[in-house]
């Protein structure tokens, strides 16, 4: 049997084409998803999150006061072991779209330090 994990990015979610209902695989999946505990199945289990920081602009610059200011974005990425399905139970859907207050995300913290 082949699972399909859900690969989340930061602002969107990777949009699926399939026949069947992206209901269908919501509703099977978050029956007894809670997004209050960390996503694995053996509670030592770590969580690998892998965090891209991507620059947008480049805002101001200070050279008296010593500062830049940027425009960026970050991409966070993980594996979450309860946000899987086979795709053959659902017509063949292997993706899906969800609002990303749904599901467990880590706690990041940017700090800005020179």
């Known amino acids: 049997m082949w699972l399909c994990p859900i690969l989340f990015h930061f602002f969107a979610f ?13 509703t099977h999946i978050f029956q007894s998803y809670d997004k ?3 996503p694995v199945r053996n509670d030592s289990q770590v ?14 610059v200070n050279e008296q006061q010593e500062y830049i200011k ?7 990425i993980w594996h979450d072991d309860f946000l899987m399905w086979n795709p053959a139970e659902f017509n063949g859907t292997t993706s899906i779209t969800v609002p990303a207050d749904m599901v467990w995300r880590p706690d990041v913290t940017v ?3 020179v």
Not at 14 to 26: L, Y
Not at 51 to 59: A, P
Not at 70 to 76: E, I, K, P, R
Request: a neutral charge; zero cysteines.
């Open 36 to 38: 209050r505990t960390r």
């Open 111 to 113: 700090v800005s330090t």
């Open 70 to 76: 940027l425009a960026v974005t970050l991409d966070y």
């Open 14 to 26: 990777i949009v699926g084409k399939g026949e069947t209902s992206e209901r269908d695989v919501v």
């Open 47 to 60: 969580i690998l999150v892998k965090i891209g920081l991507n620059l947008i602009s480049l805002l101001d």
